[in-house]
């Protein structure tokens, strides 16, 4: 069964500090791994997604995350914060399948504010 | 281009009404999701069309859950005899290969669903 953890379901950092969003997975298939990005009352929105190829995926607005299976690890970062990155964060794993639904199984999510 | 829409975006019932809630996918898109977010927590997976055909429906949560897409392009989310337990979040994603995993799923803004 495949599963996704987010330590922490609110983050704080002030403007201009490294933004760190944790995030585990248990999947008994290599997984696909993704972040989406939810503002208020709009939908998700794809920050990057890592599918077996390098290990260090860029992403849009200069997030990036890593994939450490040593870790089962897909945490996210980005150097300096900006006042616009406030929003909820989801991790999600999905896996490959020729013959059904590749359905998304989402974290919980953690909400990162940004302090002036 | 027009992403994915979803009508209404709020919507308050009556326990024990019953709603449909619209999804437009993305022009061409083979795939359609729905997914269920619950106030706090992140969505979760409903059903699966590709095309016309529901390929999967195992998140369905009862009977009282209906979906549909006749031509395979928008698609309906019924819910019969609302509950209270059925206020949530209801988000329809697209995208345009069938399977695989691989493919970025887009998602709309979402329905809110309160019942009372």
């Known amino acids: 069964a495949q599963s996704v953890t987010q330590l922490g379901s609110h983050v704080s950092v002030s403007e201009g500090a490294l933004v760190l969003l944790r995030c585990n997975y248990s999947s008994s298939v290599p997984p696909y791994l993704f972040w989406y990005v939810q503002y208020p009352n709009q939908g998700l929105q794809l920050l990057l997604k890592y599918t077996s190829a390098a290990t260090l995926v860029k992403g849009i607005n200069g997030f990036e995350a890593e994939f450490k299976k040593s870790e089962t690890s897909f945490h996210l970062t980005k150097p300096s914060a900006h006042m616009s990155d406030a929003a909820e964060y989801f991790c999600a794993v999905s896996f490959r399948s020729y013959s059904s639904a590749s359905k998304i199984i989402f974290g919980s999510g953690t909400r990162l504010s940004i302090r002036p | ?116």
């Open chain 2, 1 to 116: 281009g027009a992403g994915v829409s979803q009508s209404p975006r709020y919507k308050v019932a009556k326990r024990g009404q019953d709603v449909a809630l619209r999804c437009d996918p993305i022009s061409g898109h083979v795939s359609l999701f729905w997914y269920q977010q619950a106030l706090g927590q992140g969505p979760e997976f409903l059903t699966y069309f590709q095309n016309e055909a529901q390929l999967d429906k195992s998140g369905l949560p009862s009977d009282r859950f209906f979906a549909e897409r006749p031509e395979g392009s928008v698609s309906t989310l019924k819910i019969q005899r609302t509950q209270q337990e059925d206020s949530a979040v209801y988000l329809c994603a697209s995208s345009s290969l069938g399977g695989g995993g691989l493919e970025t799923q887009y998602f709309g803004p979402g329905t809110r669903l309160l019942v009372l």
